[in-house]
């Protein structure tokens, strides 16, 4: 899964002042037990460079938080949107790695995602890694 992919066309369907107020959310902190990006990161703009600075902040929830910021816009539906294509990605990413690990690895992963993100990260990682 291209999570920077996925991030980006979600951000392509805020206008320009609703991006703004999205790296405004990043840069005063989505949530208090998230450190915020300085201004200084946002040089410009752009849809892509604006993903960028957040995967170098947050490399294993750059997601998350991008779902985060957007329901503190109130964007409910295209934060659900993305949400759930993340989610969907993780499944591939899990499923793949379970695949490769053999019918007992993948019957663990898979009751582990039946069992909802918690389980499941405790077999795999936010990244789809092993743990």
């Known amino acids: 899964m291209d ?3 996925v991030m980006t066309e979600a951000l392509e369907d805020l206008v320009d002042e609703e991006l703004k ?11 208090p037990d ?4 300085s201004q200084a990161m946002f040089q410009t703009s752009e849809r892509e460079d604006v993903v960028d600075c957040m995967v170098q902040q947050y490399p294993d929830d750059a997601g998350e938080i991008a779902v985060q910021a957007l ?18 990605g993780i499944k591939i990413v ?8 053999g019918r007992e690895k993948f019957s ?23 743990v």
């Open 3 to 5: 999570t920077k992919r």
């Open 21 to 31: 107020q999205f790296i405004r959310q990043l840069c005063n902190g989505v949530k």
């Open 34 to 37: 998230i450190e915020p990006i």
């Open 71 to 88: 329901r503190n816009m109130k964007q409910y539906v295209l934060a659900q949107r993305l949400e759930l294509k993340l989610q969907e």
């Open 94 to 101: 899990l499923l793949s790695a379970a695949c490769a690990g």
């Open 108 to 130: 663990s992963v898979y009751a582990a995602f039946e069992g909802g993100s918690e389980k499941c990260s405790s077999v795999y990682g936010a990244a789809g890694h092993p």
